[in-house]
């Protein structure tokens, strides 16, 4: 019998009434019966693999490297002016000489993250033969879904609260001051950002995984959707635009306005690209619009930094579609879930 299945053995026994219930009890339970040992026992597995801590210390090695790499930048514009604001934050947007920013790395990165923690949470246990086993359990069928996303939303909160700790202290070391309270603001609204758009990956691998039956075909879908979205969507809407809204050498300013905002529209069904517009307004203020702007709207502008509840404003839509499509795929999964059928 397994760790998993002795912790809820041992729950039913020490009490029925926590599986079974009776009375307002049991049918006012918000979460199904049997999400905390699934998700404890997912949370000390995710810890414990070594798939794991290979990607966080390669996710962390790259983003060092380009923070250190950025801080060249940074110090030769803060010697010139020592009014020089936000150069904290410029750690993580600036591009070194030899390297991209740490934004572009975790863009591109991030993704397995998500990928590596959900692409066999559910056929692996079929392929062990343990889903029926647990299923025999007294728990509801939901908890096991909601548990191993849970437990895998946990992990990558922790591993990234832990990576943006380390690159604070970094960039104290690298920069000899601390940051201000408005920018571990925008840290940690970046942090939490972050945290959603590798959800959004994870929730995608965990659909694949109750989508398929080997571990392997939905580990090489959801690295095809990633490889999909960061290299070839970009080219693909570039296509579409110049076929829907051509704009040659010798186009009207009427014809350029549309096809970038054509471009603009399809480049963010991406969530590669809302995530990169979201965490680059949240941590360059300098960034007042995302989408395309004509003369009449930048015309007598004042160039100041927005304020962080104004970043937060501009980012919002941002964001809501991110969580909408982590929403959309955890549901679609836990609808095939609850309608499949497990047999012994």
């Not at 002795?6 to 009776?22: D, M, N, Y």
């Not at 020592?82 to 904290?88: K, Q």
């Not at 509840?309 to 879930?337: D, H, K, M, R």
């Amino acid at each position: 019998m397994s760790q998993l299945e002795q912790s809820l053995s041992l729950r039913f026994k020490k009490g029925r009434t926590t599986v079974e219930g009776s009375g307002s009890r049991s049918r006012g339970r918000f979460f199904a019966v049997g999400i905390g040992p699934v998700a404890r026992k997912e949370l000390a597995d995710h810890l414990g693999s070594l798939r794991f801590g290979i990607l966080l210390v390669l996710i962390a090695v790259a983003a060092i490297a380009a923070m250190y790499a950025a801080s060249g930048s940074i110090k030769s514009y803060t010697s010139a002016d020592y009014s020089f604001p936000f150069a904290f934050l410029y750690l993580f947007t600036v591009s070194g000489e030899n390297l991209p920013s740490v934004i572009s790395f975790i863009v591109f990165l991030a993704p397995l993250l998500g990928i590596a923690l959900g692409f066999d949470a559910l056929n692996s246990e079929r392929s062990q033969g343990t889903l029926s086993r647990l299923m025999s359990q007294p728990i509801h069928r939901d908890a096991v879904l909601h548990g191993k996303f849970l437990a895998g939303l946990g992990v990558v909160s922790l591993a990234l609260a832990a990576l943006l700790a380390i690159a604070v202290g970094i960039g104290i070391v690298l920069l000899g001051k601390p940051p201000s309270a408005e920018e571990i603001g925008r840290l940690i609204a970046f942090l939490i950002a972050t945290v959603i758009y590798v959800g959004f990956w994870l929730a995608l691998a965990q659909l694949f995984s109750v989508l398929f039956r080997q571990a392997a075909t939905s580990a090489l879908a959801s690295i095809a959707v990633w490889l999909f979205f960061v290299v070839f969507a970009s080219l693909i809407v570039g296509l579409i635009a110049d076929a829907i809204a051509p704009a040659g050498d010798n186009a009207t300013y009427a014809e350029i306005y549309r096809h970038e905002t054509l471009v603009n529209r399809l480049d963010r069904i991406s969530p590669v690209t809302l995530y990169e517009e979201a965490s680059t307004a949240l941590l360059n203020p300098s960034v007042r619009s995302l989408g395309v702007l004509v003369m009449s709207q930048v015309d007598r502008a004042i160039s100041s930094p927005l304020g962080f509840g104004q970043s937060l404003l501009l980012v919002w839509p941002q964001l809501i579609a991110l969580v909408g499509c982590v929403l959309a795929f955890f549901t679609i999964s836990y609808v095939l879930f609850m309608r499949e059928e497990i047999r012994a």
